[in-house]
Nanobody, 123 residues
Framework: QVQLVESGGGLVQVGGSLRLSCAAS????????MAWFRQAPGKEREFVAV????????DYADSVKGRFTISRDNAKNTVYLQMNSLKPEDTALYYC????????????????WGQGTQVTVSS
């Protein structure tokens, strides 16, 4: 069992940066694959980035490649999403998610979710 709490969202101008954090509780956090998803109003939740248990492997949605970086610190039970060169289309509620096993990019693979943190990019 793991509980996830996101933070770091906010209002930022186009081209700006934000770093999201996801703090996890639970003794086996370091065993989990961790991911970020986002959901804009009226749209389905979509994959953003994923990182394996050790941090040695990552994957990204095409829309954020080269701009976003996912990382984790297992000593702090925290996963991060560094977002640079933000665009208005990045505006969404960003969710942290966790699962056992291999990296996946589909919502249905993840059994643990945070409550989300809002990111708004203004032009």
């Amino acid at each position: 069992q793991v509980q996830l709490v996101e933070s770091g969202g906010g209002l930022v101008q186009v081209g700006g940066s934000l770093r999201l954090s996801c703090a996890a509780s639970g003794r086996t956090y370091s065993s989990y694959t961790m991911a970020w998803f986002r959901q804009a109003p009226g749209k389905e939740r979509e994959f953003v980035a994923v990182i394996n248990w050790s941090g040695s492997s990552t994957d990204y949605a095409d829309s954020v490649k080269g701009r976003f970086t996912i990382s984790r610190d297992n000593a702090k039970n925290t996963v991060y999403l560094q977002m640079n060169s933000l665009k208005p289309e990045d505006t969404a509620l960003y969710y942290c998610a966790a699962k056992y096993g291999s990296m996946r990019n589909a919502v249905e693979w993840y059994g643990y979710w945070g409550q989300g943190t809002q990111v708004t990019v203004s032009s």
